[in-house]
C-alpha cells in the first residue's frame, strides 16, 4: 500500500487548486434566528398599525403590540434554538424545520393566550390581531425557511463557501465506510480523499487510490483546502494515535475520531455525556421528555373522541356479525405489549375460529376461515376498531408499532434482529409501516424485516406531527385499501 500511494506533498492535487476562506455553518442559523426574532416583532406592530387604520381609529399605543412581540420572538427562538433547529443539517432540511416551526408556534400562541388570561390583559388585544399576526408571522417564517434552504443548497453546491471538505486519515476500511455514509453532496459535504496514516499495515489497508500521505494533508490544510479531519485508524494503538494526534493538532482545522463500523452503521447513533465523559449512544430512551406525556394525552384525548364519533359504526358492526349467525362478536388474543407485557386485544370477529394458543396460522389472501362479513371488514379495517378501547385502557396507542400474536412474537424474535426493540412502546392502531404498505399477512422474514425497520425507524423519529401525518395516511389506506386479508 505505501510502495503505490502519494509519499510527498509535491504530489497533492486538491480539487479547488486555491485557498478559499472559510465561513462558519453556526453564523448562518444566527442569522437566520435573527431575523426570525426580527420578523415576528415587526410583524406585529406591522398588522397592529395596520388594523388601526382600517379601523379607522385615531390612537394607537404600539407598546403593547411590540411586547407582545417581543415575548412571541423569544418564546419561538428560543424553543428553536434548544431543539437544534438552527443547526446548519437542519436548516438545509427545510421539510423538517418548516413543521418544527409550526408546532412551536402554535404553543407560542397557546401560551400568550393562557399568560393574557391570567393576566387579564387580553381585552387590551383585538381578536383579529391575534388571528391576523398569528397567520402572517407562520406564513412568513415558513417561507424564510424556503429560502434559507434553497440559498444553502446553492452556497454548497461544488464548492460553495458553505461546503464541508473532510479529509479521512487512515486509508483503512472503517476510512472508506465513513466516505460512504457521509460523502452526500446534498449535505453540502465533500471527501477531499482518504490520507495515509504512516502507521504499520494491521490488515486493515483499503486498496483504493489514496490521496496522499500526511505531509500532502498538512499542505492541503494549511492552504485552506480541507475544513476537518477525520482519523480512521481502530487498529492503532494508544501511543500509535497519541502520536498521529500531536502532529495534526497544530492544523487550522476541527479533528475528530471516527468510531467502529458498529457504531457507524446504527442510525440512531449520538454523541452523548454521561457526566464529563463522552460516550457513543446506540439507543436513546423513547418518548424522552415531554414525549411521554404528548403522547398520553394524544391517546386519550383523541381515543375517546373517535370512541364517541365510531360509536354507531361500532353498534352497528356488532349487530351486523351477531345476525350473521352464531359466535362471538368480539375475538381477543393475548399479544405482548409496551415493555414486554402481555395483554388482550380486541378485534371484530372475522373468522370461523379463534386461535390464541402456542401455534397460530396467519390469515391469508381468500382464507376459507374468513367469513363474507369478515372479508369486507378486514378490507377496510373496521374489524380493528374495537382497540380504541385498548387504548382507553393504556395497553395500546392510537400509533405504534402492530402488536403480533404471542406465537408469531417468539418466533420473529429469533430470525430478525432487533426485532423485540418494537416493544420499547406501546403497540398501535396502526403505525408507520402499516400505510407504508406492510400489512396483512407476513409469510416471508424479508416482509416482516421491513415491516420491523419501519417500525423501528419510527421510534427513533417519534413526534406529535408524525403521528398525525400518519393518522391522515392511515384514512387514505383504509378509504383505498392494500394487501388486507
Not at 457521509?182 to 495515509?196: C, K, Q, T
Not at 489514496?210 to 492541503?220: H, N, R, T, V
Not at 457507524?264 to 449520538?270: I, K, P, V
Request: neutral net charge; proline residues 3%.
Amino acid at each position: 500500500m505505501a510502495e503505490t500511494s502519494v509519499s510527498n506533498a509535491e504530489n497533492y492535487s486538491g480539487e479547488n487548486g486555491r485557498r478559499r476562506s472559510s465561513a462558519s455553518r453556526a453564523l448562518f442559523g444566527d442569522i437566520v434566528q435573527f431575523l426570525d426574532f426580527i420578523f415576528v416583532i415587526a410583524i406585529s406592530v406591522g398588522v397592529a398599525a395596520t388594523y388601526h387604520i382600517f379601523a379607522l381609529q385615531s390612537e394607537f399605543d404600539f407598546q403593547p403590540y411590540t411586547a407582545a412581540g417581543i415575548v412571541g420572538a423569544t418564546g419561538m427562538t428560543a424553543l428553536l434554538r434548544r431543539d437544534g433547529y438552527y443547526d446548519f443539517d437542519q436548516l438545509l432540511s427545510s421539510s423538517g424545520n418548516i413543521r418544527a416551526v409550526v408546532s412551536i408556534w402554535g404553543m407560542v400562541i397557546l401560551g400568550l393566550l393562557a399568560f393574557g388570561f391570567a393576566l387579564k390583559i387580553s381585552d387590551m388585544f383585538s381578536r383579529v390581531w391575534l388571528v391576523a399576526w398569528s397567520v402572517t408571522t407562520l406564513v412568513v417564517i415558513v417561507l424564510a425557511r424556503i429560502i434559507a434552504a434553497r440559498l444553502l443548497r446553492s452556497m454548497i453546491r461544488d464548492g460553495g463557501v458553505f461546503a464541508r471538505r473532510i479529509a479521512i486519515v487512515g486509508a483503512t476500511k472503517l476510512g472508506a465506510r465513513f466516505a460512504e455514509h457521509v460523502g452526500a453532496a446534498e449535505n453540502g459535504i465533500s471527501i477531499v480523499g482518504l490520507f495515509e496514516a504512516g502507521l504499520p499495515n494491521n490488515g486493515d489497508d483499503y486498496d483504493e487510490t489514496i490521496a496522499g500521505d500526511l505531509s500532502a494533508l498538512e499542505l492541503a490544510a494549511r492552504n485552506g483546502e480541507i475544513d476537518d479531519i477525520v482519523i480512521a485508524t481502530p487498529r492503532a494503538s494508544r501511543t500509535e494515535m497519541d502520536c498521529l494526534a500531536r502532529r495534526l493538532s497544530s492544523l487550522p482545522v476541527s479533528i475528530s475520531i471516527c468510531p467502529n463500523t458498529h457504531w457507524l452503521d446504527h442510525t440512531g447513533g449520538a454523541v452523548a455525556k454521561v457526566g464529563a465523559a463522552s460516550v457513543l449512544s446506540l439507543y436513546r430512551r423513547p418518548l424522552e421528555g415531554w414525549g411521554s406525556i404528548i403522547k398520553t394525552i394524544e391517546d386519550y384525548v383523541l381515543g375517546a373522541m373517535l370512541l364517541v364519533v365510531l360509536s354507531p359504526l361500532l353498534l352497528l358492526v356488532a349487530v351486523t356479525i351477531k345476525l350473521q349467525g352464531k359466535g362471538p362478536i368480539l375475538f381477543a388474543q393475548q399479544r405482548h405489549g409496551f415493555n414486554n407485557a402481555v395483554f388482550r386485544i380486541y378485534k371484530f370477529r372475522t373468522m370461523t375460529v379463534a386461535d390464541d394458543g402456542e401455534e397460530i396460522q396467519q390469515a391469508q389472501l381468500n382464507d376459507v376461515r374468513i367469513t363474507p362479513l369478515g372479508k369486507f371488514l378486514r378490507r377496510y379495517s373496521l374489524d380493528e376498531l374495537p382497540q380504541l378501547f385498548n387504548v382507553i385502557r393504556g395497553e395500546m396507542s392510537l400509533v405504534g408499532p402492530r402488536p403480533h400474536a404471542l406465537a408469531h412474537n417468539h418466533q420473529y424474535a429469533q430470525l430478525i434482529e432487533n426485532y423485540s426493540g418494537r416493544h420499547k412502546v406501546k403497540p398501535g392502531i396502526t403505525g408507520w409501516a402499516q400505510v407504508n404498505g406492510y400489512r396483512g399477512e407476513t409469510s416471508e422474514n424479508e416482509l416482516m424485516e421491513q415491516r420491523v425497520k419501519y417500525d423501528l425507524g419510527y421510534i427513533d423519529a417519534w413526534s406529535l406531527w408524525f403521528d398525525f401525518k400518519i393518522l391522515m395516511l392511515t384514512i387514505l389506506a383504509v378509504v383505498f385499501p392494500k394487501n388486507a386479508v
